[in-house]
């Protein structure tokens, strides 16, 4: 066993103490995989803790930034000096920076205690996948899970030892920039996949070399900002905060996620920081996780901003009783912990606590037995981040084609043929920046494949391909976004000769396919909008090209719904796909010619206006719900618009055609503890192969408190031949009709529920059936 993390203290001759220390570590059986049995680990954690310092416990507590550059000697000092427990790392690190910092806490910390690293790989490391929404919009956990586990290997194999995700706000305010990180409105698809995205990060077991510990955030309904402005309150009733809000990120620790991040933003009053509710009793007690507690960038100091703290004493004081272990690039735990602990404000036990939780996950990361496992050695040398090789194209390509969603495709415009003349325009046509999306950990514009690119390599010589910007990205130069993203390209000409340029090409082709949407920074932390149309350069383009009469192709590349309802008349095919990532490109051609038959189902309402915000599928039914077929003043509507969405909640078109036999249920009534079956025939009805998602509704009609029209319970993903057929098979059991009732209990009630299979969250073939008594 190598225990080079520990050296004899330096102030002190301790053989005694280092001899029994290394027996503890012997005792403590530390693994290769970092595990141990308990007591082994409990043993070995004491005995370190009771060698610490109090700055050097203090220290633990504290996550600081890491810039990409080559660490800094005071850097490099602080973190000997044991007074930083971990660090956050920039895109485009190298191994050799990170392994400098452990070089320093290792080889010349008094105690040895490694570092360790953690950074965003959100959607991917060095080969970027769909951003969340899109992964989403896939339905297919495995494709999602593939995309975890390759975003684990290549960042591990960079060093990093945790990743900043699963990002599982839901979110139901597209005006929220983040929402694009999320995986939509739903707390059952997001808890799936947050689950699954928790399990392939962290791999078979967390201390292997090729794991990253998962850190869930943003503890708790982040998502919920009010008006979708970035970092603004959030007030969400503890009943839909338990029903809807929670879910997700139980189902990441539920799956072993080994850390949770608080939110920056304060719930019902409270900042999540310093929310002991949350922290304690809602995480440790009612959900007894022992994993660790990190707060978000610098949020113990916002404490004083927020208004619940009068300086930084307090605010370190109340985020650490309330639960928060460790902080990210604060000053506060720094310059007052200490002082709290010597005048006995904060107990010695609780900064203990946290020390320990901290060290519990170095064991977990299996650092103590090797701080090198993921940084390897000098002599491993490291792959350049520009260096193609580790890129892992071909499951980004799988993973980013099956999450392009087509919204529409009148007269089976769709798919293209590979001759004749195509014009391909838009500021997001040759864009291999904003593919990327937002988070785009260590991936290189560089590496990734354009839309026009795609289409290149997919017609060869076959067909003839034109180019034309058409518009700028956004309609000013001097806009925030560009001011903030220095990557945004800008072409000075006026719009109109922009503008005139695209139809002169697009006049010479039999087709067009024109790329818009967002800048990948439109759709990010701090990008909140009140307009959700497309730029009016971009609108005007399309409009222009509409008007040429040729036949028009509308590619959208966005973080978010977007309010597109004339542009959806525009075009004669929608294809929604997100920022695709490294091989979006080329997943993208794939889809646009028929190589791959598209799937993809929205993971979140298309609301018509910003003015319906939130819509949502699994809305209540009101006590005067408006129908549409016996229109009334004084029912639930809007004088301006429909209640109806552009685009519903698990839409999504193929270029075949399926069709659903009505439902057949295994018994119409339901008794506690028992489970029954729906089942339907899905059968294939075009010319192609094709796959699609059917989805499993309920509803329960009468409750204590009132019940959505329907929550989706289920979902399975199906590929079929040309005119075949399978029997799709749902267990219901009882627990799937479970609901808090208003005192917070999870309870079953007995009466008639609904059961819905469809292919969108609209179009539902319907049974009901009763639940006899209540479950014991
Ligand atoms: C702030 C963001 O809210 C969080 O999601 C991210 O992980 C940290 N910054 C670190 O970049």
Excluded at 13 to 36: D, Q, R
Excluded at 517 to 541: F, W
Aim: proline share 6%; with cysteine; net charge negative.
């Amino acid at each position: 066993m190598e225990c080079g993390a520990f050296k004899q203290p330096a102030r002190r001759s301790t053989s005694l103490l280092t001899l029994g220390l290394t027996l503890l570590l012997h005792a403590a059986n530390v693994s290769a995989t970092g595990g141990s049995p308990s007591m082994g680990k409990e043993q070995f954690l004491a005995a370190l803790l009771e060698q610490m310092s109090l700055p050097e416990k203090v220290g633990q507590l504290r996550m600081k930034h890491s810039p990409g550059t080559p660490p800094s000697q005071y850097a490099l000092d602080t973190v000997a000096k044991g007074a930083v427990g971990a660090l956050f790392t920039e895109p485009g690190f190298t191994r050799e920076q990170l392994r400098a910092y452990q070089d320093a806490a290792v080889q010349r910390g008094r105690l040895g205690i490694p570092v360790f690293f953690a950074g965003d790989v959100v959607h991917g490391h060095r080969t970027v996948f769909p951003i969340g929404l899109g992964q989403a919009s896939s339905w297919d956990l495995q494709a999602i899970g593939s995309a975890a586990r390759i975003a684990a290997i290549e960042a591990s194999a960079d060093g990093l030892d945790m990743t900043f995700a699963p990002m599982v706000d839901l979110s139901r305010d597209p005006r929220w920039g983040r929402m694009s990180e999320g995986f939509g409105e739903d707390p059952y698809l997001v808890s799936r996949i947050a689950e699954r995205v928790t399990q392939q990060l962290q791999g078979a077991t967390l201390g292997a070399a090729d794991s990253i510990m998962a850190c869930v955030k943003h503890f708790a309904a982040y998502g919920a900002v009010e008006g979708g402005r970035d970092y603004n309150t959030t007030n969400v009733s503890t009943h839909q905060l338990f029903q809807d809000y929670l879910p997700p990120y139980q189902a990441a620790l539920e799956a072993g996620a080994g850390a949770v991040m608080t939110a920056l933003t304060t719930l019902n009053g409270v900042p999540a920081t310093a929310n002991r509710w949350l922290l304690r009793d809602i995480l440790r007690q009612q959900w007894r996780y022992r994993g660790l507690v990190i707060s978000d960038h610098s949020a113990v100091q916002e404490l004083v901003a927020h208004g619940t703290a009068a300086g930084g004493e307090d605010a370190a004081q109340a985020a650490l009783v309330a639960g928060t272990q460790m902080s990210m690039n604060d000053r506060y735990f720094e310059q007052a912990l200490a002082q709290l602990i010597e005048q006995g404000a904060v107990p010695v036990s609780l900064l203990d606590e946290a020390v320990h939780q901290v060290l519990a996950t170095k064991y977990d990361l299996g650092l103590f037995h090797d701080p090198y496992r993921r940084l390897g050695h000098a002599q491993h040398g490291a792959q350049p981040s520009h260096d193609p090789k580790p890129l892992h194209r071909a499951q980004a390509r799988e993973v980013a084609r099956r999450s392009l969603v087509l919204l529409k495709n009148q007269n089976a415009l769709l798919p293209l043929v590979k001759r004749g003349t195509v014009a391909v325009i838009g500021p997001l046509a040759d864009n291999p920046v904003d593919i990327l999306g937002s988070w785009h950990a260590s991936g290189q514009p560089g590496q990734a494949i354009s839309l026009y690119q795609g289409l290149k390599t997919a017609v060869g010589d076959d067909a003839k391909l034109l180019y034309a910007l058409g518009a700028n990205i956004s309609d000013k130069r001097d806009d925030f976004l560009l001011l903030a993203d220095k990557t945004v390209n800008f072409d000075p000409r006026p719009p109109q000769a922009l503008l005139a340029e695209a139809v002169a090409i697009a006049q010479q082709a039999d087709v067009i396919v024109v790329a818009l949407g967002e800048a990948r920074g439109m759709s990010h932390e701090g990008a909140s909008k009140t307009d959700l149309n497309l730029p009016t350069q971009q609108r005007e383009l399309l409009q222009a090209l509409k008007r040429t009469g040729k036949p028009l192709v509308l590619v959208l590349m966005n973080g978010r719904p977007l309010t597109i309802v004339e542009e959806s008349q525009w075009a004669d095919a929608v294809l929604e796909t997100w920022f695709s990532g490294t091989e979006g490109g080329n997943a993208i051609a794939d889809v646009l010619f028929g190589d791959y038959n598209p799937s993809g189902k929205l993971p979140v309402t298309f609301p018509r206006s910003v003015g319906q915000i939130p819509l949502y599928y699994a809305q209540l039914n009101t006590g005067r719900p408006f129908d549409p077929q016996q229109p009334s003043a004084y029912r639930s509507h809007y004088f301006d618009t429909d209640n109806t969405p552009l685009y519903p909640f698990g839409y999504g078109l193929s270029y075949t055609h399926f069709s659903l036999s009505p439902l057949t249920l295994s018994t119409h009534r339901l008794r506690p503890g028992h489970a029954m079956q729906v089942s339907v025939t899905l059968k294939n009805e075009g010319q192609r192969t094709g796959e699609t998602t059917v989805q499993l509704y309920l509803r329960d009609r009468v409750a204590s408190v009132s019940r959505p029209l329907k929550e989706l319970k289920g979902f399975q993903k199906v590929l079929l031949a040309p005119g075949e057929s399978r029997q799709i098979v749902f267990d219901i059991d009882t627990s799937m009709l479970a609901f808090y009732n208003q005192h917070l209990q999870r309870v079953t009630e007995p009466g008639t529920f609904d059961v819905m299979i469809g292919l969108d969250s609209q179009d539902l073939q319907k049974a009901s059936f009763e639940l006899d008594g209540t479950p014991p």
